[in-house]
């Protein structure tokens, strides 16, 4: 039988080990870009929904201003028909 070289075996062991660890690193990177893919879906959901939000409340403080604003009209335009009546 033909043994091989003590140098030789150590010089393969340590490139499988590097084979090994290079295959484990890529399967974690793969699963830290999967992680990193939902986390940034997740964000532009809840940025989305705020932006909605605030377009929302920003409409309800329109229309508040909008509606005391028609209440001073009408009842301007009360006190000029009274007015008018009356004389």
């Not at 490139?15 to 532009?44: I, K, M, N, S, Y």
């Not at 377009?55 to 028609?70: D, F, I, M, S, V």
């Amino acid at each position: 039988m033909n043994r091989r070289d003590p140098t030789e075996q150590r010089w393969r062991a340590t490139l499988v080990g590097g084979a090994v660890v290079l295959g484990a690193v890529l399967c974690l990177l793969e699963a830290l870009r999967r992680a990193v893919v939902d986390v940034e879906a997740a964000v532009d959901r809840v940025w989305t929904t705020g932006k909605r939000l605030a377009q929302n409340t920003q409409a309800t403080h329109l229309l508040n201003a909008t509606r005391a604003r028609t209440a001073a009209v009408c009842d301007e335009l009360r006190a000029t028909s009274d007015l008018e009546e009356g004389t």
